[in-house]
């Protein structure tokens, strides 16, 4: 059988370069990879060439260019797209990121639309937990459909949000969007100590992690079935969860505990709890990432508590057991230094221009000043107490299991329950009323989710859009009623769809509004 071919974009990143080594690994296909000229990607083109040899092309260009698109995509069978400028890089370089992100997806699925073999093509992009915003202990538990509440100042989010709805929306035969956790990768823990992001990750959090080999794993996996026939064609033109499964569900406080024990030390050795964010974040425990793993059978091969193993092996890091006795020195000059990083709240707390950063992370100055630094009186999720300001006895581990969610599972406004066939236009018109607006459309074809139906939104602005973009993905809306600008307390009394999430951690009395340039103001001058 003739090799497939797969081009994968962001091959010199974690995930990325785990989807090419072990699809390529498999000796089944032949890869084209798109890389930046840089000198750095230069001599990663020269180990790739020696490593696969004539079954690896390397081609230099820029996905932002419409014409390398077109030619990094010309003989390809798939296009793995993992390519992305992600935080901290994007919260500093917005047009980057845009180019990358947005632009980038943009033209290699219209590369795609264009190529001869455009119903052939297999198009896989990689999206973001990122989009769906915040989640707290109230709900925890994320599914596709939900709604989409990018949080405010996410730039790389609002990127990846509208990437994904011009691919939805493309008229491809063949795509798919994987909405990809917080992902594990070996250099993690240093990584994250270079810039005030480190300090977004909201203590109690719930997060459920996705690890760079498993994620590789399940690229390969896809790849491969559909090669052998083994994934159903029913695979496509869908959107997945992907995330490690149960054992992979933890909070932001846990993650953090797991990384500084490597140092022998906990976070309250470490870190006082305001100098964390209240809300704003994102990441969520997924209640149907089994979906993607029962296609690509994936999450057993290393689970959370395996990558944290492993990791304490390598020599690097069992040096820093030796950080135990000296846990202010670990303090004061790897995390104190951050104060003064502009991505870091210390340094909005004294800059006015990021004042808004604090009503969107906190809430208020007041609220921020409520938390204090005293861990005896800050309540932690995963120790059994509910941050419900009554420090409500909870049981922790219970919670985490699936078979106990489905009280804390979001509405979508219409029985979501249905197959796909059987979706017809009365789902529609409830699902729209749900979000506030109507359906304008006055027939839809029973199981038809891709032919564009007319809607409008509670202002009256009528648009354009699938029955799956509205029912089946989460989004909403005419695309300038997306962030940015970010108008949530505003469109959350219009809409219950929002409102339902929204108001877990905003007051019903807020009326913030941020810019769709907000994001810049930390960008130094």
């Known amino acids: 059988?003739?090799?497939?071919?797969?081009?994968?974009?962001?091959?010199?990143?974690?995930?990325?370069?785990?989807?090419?080594?072990?699809?390529?690994?498999?000796?089944?296909?032949?890869?084209?990879?798109?890389?930046?000229?840089?000198?750095?990607?230069?001599?990663?083109?020269?180990?790739?060439?020696?490593?696969?040899?004539?079954?690896?092309?390397?081609?230099?260009?820029?996905?932002?260019?419409?014409?390398?698109?077109?030619?990094?995509?010309?003989?390809?069978?798939?296009?793995?797209?993992?390519?992305?400028?992600?935080?901290?890089?994007?919260?500093?370089?917005?047009?980057?990121?845009?180019?990358?992100?947005?632009?980038?997806?943009?033209?290699?699925?219209?590369?795609?639309?264009?190529?001869?073999r455009h119903d052939e093509i297999k198009f896989i992009e990689i999206g973001t937990v990122a989009e769906y915003g915040n989640r707290t202990y109230q709900h925890p538990w994320i599914r596709v459909g939900d709604p989409l509440l990018v949080s405010a100042f996410d730039f790389y989010a609002v990127t990846k949000l509208r990437a994904e709805r011009h691919i939805i929306e493309s008229g491809l035969r063949y795509w798919v969007s994987l909405r990809q956790s917080g992902i594990l990768y070996d250099n993690f823990m240093m990584a994250n100590l270079h810039d005030g992001l480190m300090?977004?990750?909201?203590?109690?959090?719930?997060?459920?992690?996705?690890?760079?080999?498993?994620?590789?794993?399940?690229?390969?996996?896809?790849?491969?079935?559909?090669?052998?026939?083994?994934?159903?064609?029913?695979?496509?033109?869908?959107?997945?969860?992907?995330?490690?499964?149960?054992a992979a569900r933890v909070t932001g406080y846990e993650t953090c505990d797991s990384g500084f024990k490597l140092m022998g030390c906990s976070p309250k050795d470490i870190f006082k709890p305001d100098w964390m964010v209240a809300r704003n974040f994102h990441c969520g425990w997924f209640y149907d990432s089994d979906v993607l793993d029962s296609y690509t059978h994936f999450q057993a091969s290393e689970t959370y508590a395996d990558f944290w193993k492993k990791l304490s092996k390598k020599f690097f890091y069992r040096l820093w057991i030796f950080g135990k006795p000296f846990k202010k020195i670990i303090t004061n000059k790897m995390i104190v230094p951050l104060f003064d990083n502009s991505n870091s709240p210390k340094y909005w707390l004294s800059h006015p221009e990021c004042e808004q950063r604090i009503n969107a992370f906190y809430g208020s100055r007041e609220k921020y000043e409520a938390i204090g630094e005293d861990w005896d009186k800050y309540p932690i999720w995963s120790e059994g107490v509910l941050p419900d300001g009554k420090n409500t006895p909870c049981d922790y581990e219970a919670m985490k299991k699936k078979e106990n969610a489905k009280g804390l599972l979001l509405d979508h406004g219409y029985d979501d329950a249905k197959a796909d066939e059987d979706i017809d236009i009365n789902d529609c018109i409830a699902a729209a009323k749900f979000r506030g607006g109507k359906l304008i459309s006055k027939e839809m074809k029973k199981g038809d989710l891709y032919t564009k139906l007319t809607w409008e939104y509670h202002d009256g602005t009528q648009f354009e859009a699938s029955p799956f973009l509205v029912l089946r993905s989460g989004h909403w809306g005419p695309e300038d009623s997306q962030p940015a600008p970010w108008n949530y307390d505003e469109l959350a009394k219009h809409i219950p769809f929002y409102a339902q999430l929204w108001y877990d951690t905003h007051d019903?009395?807020?009326?913030?509004f941020y810019s769709k340039d907000c994001y810049k103001d930390i960008i130094k001058k």
């Not at 019903?508 to 913030?512: A, D, I, L, M």
């Open 199 to 246: 300090f977004h990750t909201a203590w109690n959090t719930p997060i459920e992690w996705a690890t760079a080999r498993s994620s590789g794993l399940m690229a390969k996996n896809l790849i491969i079935g559909d090669i052998e026939g083994t994934l159903p064609d029913k695979f496509w033109r869908h959107v997945y969860n992907i995330g490690n499964g149960e």
């Open 1 to 116: 059988m003739e090799k497939k071919t797969v081009l994968v974009t962001g091959a010199s990143g974690n995930m990325g370069s785990e989807v090419l080594k072990q699809t390529m690994a498999t000796g089944k296909i032949k890869s084209i990879v798109l890389l930046r000229k840089k000198p750095a990607n230069e001599k990663l083109a020269q180990k790739l060439k020696k490593q696969w040899g004539d079954d690896i092309e390397v081609i230099f260009g820029d996905l932002s260019k419409k014409e390398d698109c077109v030619k990094a995509v010309a003989k390809a069978d798939y296009v793995f797209h993992c390519a992305a400028v992600i935080p901290p890089v994007s919260d500093h370089n917005p047009k980057l990121a845009e180019s990358t992100n947005f632009f980038g997806a943009v033209n290699l699925c219209d590369a795609i639309k264009e190529n001869p």
């Open 508 to 512: 019903k009395t807020e009326s913030n």
